[in-house]
């Protein structure tokens, strides 16, 4: 049985890693990531989570270009923006933690170390305390990412530390080679291992994005899609937008029965206070 609870999509417009070159509608600039935010919001999405880039389209955690790119979308709709404070690899912590400055109602929130590919994705204790107390000082909702099971723990101790507050919000990543596979078995295993009353989504990569999302769907959870985690609509066609990776998780919504949640639904179902 479908659980009756609205689902929320996240749409990630745009990450840290995909070029123009591997996918040509990639919004890139302020104007273009605001404009594929409002898209994506008409089409069914509550949440962008949003990576900034540079005028040369490299990654950026620059502060003022994500306050150009937050004013912008707030300027068309009411979707709420999540900032990444992972950023891109290379980027030092003083840098990933530039978004939380412009006080958003939602950012992410890492909670380990982990294999990115060819590259280390660095999250000592230190830095995630770090973004978790500034995140809470702030009163931003965390999405606690997880790329492996130990980052649940180290979300857990959060909580016994007093920095985090339940009901949590999990988003797994799943299918990051070096990190914990996009198979079904990993997702239910995931879900099984979080405390009863959190929320989570789920982000499958790649190939794994179509089937994660679906069975995520049927279990009550959540579902993230978006030219940050995958660029094709099907084997080998390119996605015309993130709006239609939004566009066909509506439809299986539907299909299954779940009805999707506006933003304010979405700030209900999480705890976000405006």
């Known amino acids: 049985m479908v659980d009756t609870q609205k689902l929320i999509i996240t749409a990630a ?26 898209r994506c919001y008409l089409s069914g999405a509550s949440i962008v989570h949003v990576h900034a880039r540079d005028p040369e389209g490299k990654p950026t955690q620059s502060l ?16 709420i923006v999540q900032p990444s404070t992972g950023g891109a690899v290379w980027h030092t912590v003083e840098e990933r933690i530039q978004p939380l400055y412009l006080n958003p ?58 920095i985090l507050e339940p009901p949590l919000h999990f988003d797994f990543v799943m299918g990051v080679p070096g990190a914990i596979p996009g198979n079904i078995q990993d997702l239910v295993y995931l ?17 794994y994005e179509l089937p994660l999302a679906v069975h995520a769907i049927a279990m009550g959870g959540h579902v993230r899609v ?6 094709y609509y099907r084997k080998g066609e390119l996605a015309k ?24 639904e979405a700030r209900e179902i999480l705890g976000i206070r405006r």
């Not at 937008?241 to 933003?263: D, F, H, Y």
């Open 13 to 38: 417009v745009t990450g840290a890693e995909v070029t123009k070159k591997q996918q040509p509608n990639l919004p890139i600039t302020p104007d273009e990531i605001a404009e594929e935010a409002y």
């Open 105 to 162: 109602e939602m950012a992410t929130l890492s909670t380990g170390t982990c294999n990115f590919g060819k590259d280390i994705f660095a999250n000592p204790e230190e830095y995630i305390e770090r973004f978790a107390l500034e995140m809470k000082k702030r009163g931003i909702k965390p999405e606690i990412e997880v790329f492996e099971r130990g980052m649940i723990e180290n979300a857990l101790r959060l909580v016994k530390k007093g």
């Open 191 to 207: 879900v099984n291992c979080i405390p009863p009353g959190s929320t989570w989504s789920v982000a499958g990569i790649g190939r």
């Open 241 to 264: 937008s993130n709006a239609q990776l939004v566009e066909r998780i509506v439809r299986i919504a539907k299909e299954l029965g779940r009805e999707i949640a506006t933003p304010d």
């Open 226 to 231: 978006g030219f940050e985690d995958n660029i």
């Open 64 to 79: 003022e270009i994500y306050r150009e790119i937050k004013e912008k979308i707030e300027a068309k709709c009411n979707i």
